[in-house]
């Protein structure tokens, strides 16, 4: 296969458009996610934590979250 160069991303031909509905769209979905989990695996920390209110269960899972996604220590 032939290298290509292009002087910016502009010039780069786009990806082509996945068909709706595709079963092959789900695959590639999975995929993904797995990739995702590889280079970043979610922590769980051991125990069973009870809120005294759902805002308060809520704002724990937010920040929860937060952490997985920045990589924030716990």
Same mark, same amino acid.
């Given at each position: 296969?032939p290298?290509?160069?292009? &002087?910016s991303? =502009?010039?780069?031909?786009g990806?082509?458009p &996945? #068909? $709706?509905h /595709? +079963?092959?769209?789900? !695959?590639?979905?999975? =995929?993904? @996610?797995?990739? %995702?989990? %590889?280079?970043k +695996?979610w922590?769980? =920390? +051991?125990?069973? #934590?009870?809120? #005294? @209110?759902?805002?308060? %269960? /809520? !704002?724990? #899972?937010?920040e929860?979250? &937060?952490?997985?996604? &920045?990589? @924030? $220590?716990?």
């Amino acid at each position: 296969m032939p290298v290509r160069k292009f &002087r910016s991303v =502009e010039e780069m031909p786009g990806v082509a458009p &996945r #068909r $709706p509905h /595709d +079963p092959e769209n789900l !695959r590639i979905a999975c =995929e993904l @996610s797995e990739l %995702a989990y %590889a280079l970043k +695996p979610w922590h769980f =920390e +051991p125990g069973v #934590r009870k809120f #005294r @209110s759902i805002e308060e %269960a /809520d !704002r724990h #899972r937010r920040e929860w979250q &937060r952490r997985q996604v &920045r990589g @924030s $220590p716990a």
